[in-house]
């Protein structure tokens, strides 16, 4: 199951959001002191613990790879990809933090 989909920031509703298949996927998010707080997961049931599940997470966390944010994954399941994947998004953690 191959789907190509654009990840946007939605500023008004501080969350980043796609549309897979007609139904919204979500990553609520707030913004303090040069970082990202992604603070929660809102996906249909049968995306959850899915590849497409983990590729919108990476999609929002890889537009933050050239930018002076660091990002802080308060969501369950955002803290559960980090550590799947700490290798290749540790540089996001602020320093001192370890997931």
Do not use: C, W
């Amino acid at each position: 199951m191959e789907k190509d989909f654009e990840v946007i920031k939605n500023e008004f509703q501080r969350q980043y959001e796609t549309r897979i298949d007609g139904e919204l996927l979500t990553v609520e998010f707030s913004e303090h002191d040069r970082k990202i707080f992604l603070t929660k997961l809102t996906i249909p049931d049968h995306y959850l613990n899915s590849e497409i599940q983990d590729r919108f997470i990476s999609k929002i966390l890889d537009s933050f790879k050239d930018t002076r944010f660091k990002v802080m994954p308060t969501s369950p399941d955002i803290t559960k990809f980090f550590r799947k994947n700490r290798l290749k998004y540790k540089d996001l953690l602020p320093a001192g933090i370890t997931i």
